[in-house]
């Protein structure tokens, strides 16, 4: 059953999204079916549901395209038994394999229904990655004799939607890219794809940005409970973090600025380990650009300030100054760099200092126009005794 | 109007070129062009407030604020990087490649290579020895060559490394060794310049090698595609694409632009613009595996799966990709064209798996394929 059906499809283009969250998985590790007979160590999730929720629920509020409103979301969620999804996610279609063909078969029809409609697909859950990416649904391994018909051959989905008549296609994966020994066998693993090419007919290029969560071979990170870090950057970015270029009235979130800002929200993920996660560099094609969002008023901008020497960052009040409004305050000192998302505008940066027993003086920067993707000022201190300022600023 | 003269402000000897954008008070940008690195580009635009922004193929921001006072005023605009290389001939490795694994600048905290050998790092110094090695069907041959200047060099106080490789039979990759480990890289033979490859720690404590030295637009065209700014690729892939089209219309030996220009229309632009000469850089130049990877996704792409297939098949038998991006370009096509591969008499699962081990071991962030291993035949996982 679709989700959302604005039913506006014979007005024009439209957009047409189809999200899969999956934390369930009855037949793998400390679910309550048979075991399969090749779990690879996976094991129950608690965010694929939530993220999934998080990313429908802004493009149903948000989501503003008016070269390709939004029409209509086919959701499939498989919440775990101890947390049942409410309100109005209560109803909607598990994501099996069965439930997951049917609802892209209908995404697929609408898409194909326009070549300036715009296809979105996103899937939260278990991924492996054994020769190409495969994406698990909640029923893998209810079929024993048959493991891998319940599991989606995504690498070979994306490349039979070049048939799709829907030019602007945007593919987002939120899920592990590991290669399970189990998933070594003799024959490969040969997967179901939703969508093969069929035709030997010449394919015009797609804008089709196929955006991972995880490089191969690795994992894709969430804090338990909580929307994972691919997709809170890839909600953020749609919101405005994304914004690629300004036209006096609106910003404008594009298929190419998309993927370089969710790489660098998630550069400023920090993993318990100290390491940061980091998404696959490139994928897909991207035959132009199209529009996906646009939104009034300011953007958001990742901020980052930096005092040089680095000693001194841990030592100053690290303050923004916007032209109108109030100023905001490093919350706390730290060696590291202040990290921060401020509106764009006019803004000084300043660096305070205490003013005895410190060799550096309170400087502050001249105004600068903060514009997307990235403000990222460097403080360049002297030390107080050769500064000889008065007054205390340099 | 009144005019910017927009120039980059670090030393370096790469001439590559960036896209550079000004955006007027109002945030709306009015102005977009390419700015070599060793040059200067004006723009004009109407007396105002205005941010010039520039965005380097590493991945940092370059941005100046600058007020035009009056009609037909020249301001020069010198676009500084907040972080700048330790040396001019390490310029193109540090602002063209991308470091996510490099570790904290000692002096400003944020993220920057180390080079191994470079004066600021002198504690970095260490003894590394450089190998060449061919790799043809499938197989690994050590080469007795002298590279520049000798086949085992101590890169203490040097960093940069020359590799005048003209005369190389190919495809050939270049092994550093080092008492902390040891990388393997691409050597992309371009008969037009010689290669540079300059040795980097990552903050892991592990060897990391960059090469590049290829025509500048073609290698911070390929560092952009790389990392996925499709938007400063798209900038900057039309001057690159027009000169692979001459290349290969007018037969000169430069394949290894031809190449990246071939990914980028792969990747970002009309594939139908490669005409034919995306098989006629598979044909023309056995030495670069990722021109059969192209010439294979065109001929998909064109509705010639089998085409496709045996495409994929010639790419497996000449070696490795020598670019990242072709390793995965390369498992995606012999996944695609698994049952045809089959038909014709080749398993590519089981070439796939190996395929997939290179995958492993490789910085995927690298431009130039390069991979961690002791032997090449016995890549390693990344930690």
Not at chain 1, 77 to 95: E, M, Q, T
Not at chain 1, 164 to 188: H, N
Not at chain 2, 220 to 231: E, P, Q
């Amino acid at each position: 059953m679709t989700y959302l059906d604005r039913k506006s499809a014979g007005l024009g283009p439209r957009t047409h999204a189809i999200v899969i969250g999956v934390n369930h998985y009855p037949h793998l590790i400390d679910g309550e079916g048979e075991l399969s007979p090749a779990t690879m160590g996976l094991e129950q999730l608690t965010s694929p549901v939530l993220s999934a929720v998080t990313l429908s629920e802004w493009m149903e509020k948000s989501l503003d395209n008016p070269d390709a409103p939004l029409d209509t979301i086919e959701l499939l969620l498989s919440p775990s038994p101890a947390v049942p999804s409410s309100g109005k996610h209560a109803n909607v279609d598990r994501a099996t394999m069965a439930n997951i063909k049917a609802a892209f078969g209908r995404w697929y029809n609408r898409c194909d229904s326009s070549a300036d409609n715009v296809a979105l697909f996103y899937f939260c859950g278990h991924g492996i990655e054994p020769e190409g990416l495969i994406l698990l649904p909640e029923d893998f391994g209810a079929d024993k004799l048959a493991l891998w018909d319940s599991a989606i051959d995504m690498t070979r989905t994306y490349y039979g939607m070049a048939e799709c008549k829907a030019r602007t296609q945007c593919y987002f994966i939120d899920a592990c890219r590991e290669q399970p020994i189990e998933s070594l066998v003799p024959q490969g693993v040969v997967a179901r794809p939703l969508k093969t090419r069929i035709s030997t007919a010449p394919v015009a290029g797609r804008k089709a940005p196929f955006m991972k969560s995880a490089p191969l071979t690795q994992k894709s990170f969430a804090i338990p409970g909580q929307v994972s870090y691919f997709t809170r950057a890839l909600v953020d970015c749609l919101d405005g973090l994304g914004a690629a270029h300004f036209d006096s009235e609106w910003w404008h979130v594009t298929t190419d600025s998309l993927m370089p800002s969710i790489n660098r929200c998630m550069e400023r993920v920090k993993l318990d380990n100290g390491t940061t996660p980091q998404c696959s560099p490139a994928g897909g094609e991207q035959n132009g650009v199209s529009d996906l969002h646009r939104f009034r008023g300011t953007a958001p901008v990742l901020a980052r300030i930096a005092c040089d020497p680095s000693a001194a960052t841990q030592e100053a009040d690290l303050l923004l100054h916007p032209r109108d409004g109030e100023s905001r305050t490093r919350p706390h000192r730290a060696a590291d760099p202040w990290e921060t998302v401020i509106p764009s505008g006019n803004w000084r940066v300043e660096a305070r200092f205490p003013s005895g027993g410190c060799p550096w003086s309170t400087k502050m920067l001249p105004e600068q126009l903060v514009y997307p993707p990235f403000f990222g000022p460097v403080v360049r201190l002297h030390q107080r005794n050769s500064d000889r300022v008065p007054g205390g600023y340099a | 109007m009144s005019t910017f003269r927009i120039r980059f402000g670090a030393q370096t000897t790469s001439d590559a070129g960036v896209p550079v954008e000004v955006i007027s008070s109002n945030s709306v940008r009015v102005w977009k062009g390419i700015l070599q690195m060793g040059g200067v580009v004006s723009a004009d635009v109407k007396p105002g407030h205005y941010l010039v922004t520039a965005q380097l193929p590493n991945g940092s921001i370059l941005r100046s604020q600058q007020t035009l006072d009056t009609e037909n005023s020249v301001v020069d605009v010198r676009l500084v990087p907040e972080l700048e290389s330790p040396s001019e001939s390490m310029g193109w490795a540090f602002y063209l490649q991308r470091s996510l694994f490099a570790p904290r600048h000692k002096r400003t905290g944020l993220r920057a290579p180390e080079f191994l050998g470079a004066p600021a790092h002198p504690q970095h110094s260490l003894p590394v020895d450089l190998r060449v090695w061919r790799c043809e069907d499938e197989e690994w041959f050590p080469i007795s060559i002298r590279v520049s200047p000798s086949p085992t060099v101590d890169v203490r106080y040097r960093g940069v490394v020359d590799l005048n490789c003209s005369q190389l039979p190919a495809p050939y990759w270049l092994q550093c060794v080092s008492p902390i480990g040891s990388c393997f890289a691409a050597l992309p033979r371009s008969e037009q310049s010689s290669l540079r490859a300059a040795l980097t720690l990552n903050d892991n404590g592990t060897l990391a090698v960059a090469v590049g030295g290829f025509q500048p637009d073609a290698d911070a065209l390929l560092n952009y595609l790389t990392a996925g700014d499709f938007a400063s690729a798209r900038a900057l892939g039309p001057r690159v694409e027009v000169r692979a089209e001459k290349i290969l219309q007018d037969k000169v030996r430069d394949p290894v632009a031809a190449t990246i220009a071939g990914y980028y229309l792969l990747k970002v632009g009309d594939l139908e613009r490669l005409h034919d000469w995306s098989f006629n850089l598979a044909n023309w130049f056995e030495h670069i595996p990722d021109g059969a990877i192209i010439a294979g996704w065109h001929a998909i792409r064109i509705g010639d799966p089998k085409k496709g297939a045996r495409y994929f098949a010639i790419a497996l038998r000449r070696g490795l990709p020598l670019f990242t991006l072709g390793l995965q370009q390369l498992l995606d096509g012999l996944l695609v064209t698994r049952e045809l591969l089959y038909q014709e008499g080749i398993d590519p699962d089981d070439r796939a798996r190996r395929l997939r081990g290179y995958v492993c071991a490789s910085n995927q962030h690298s431009g130039v394929t390069s991979f961690a291993a002791m032997d090449p035949r016995e890549p390693r996982p990344l930690p």
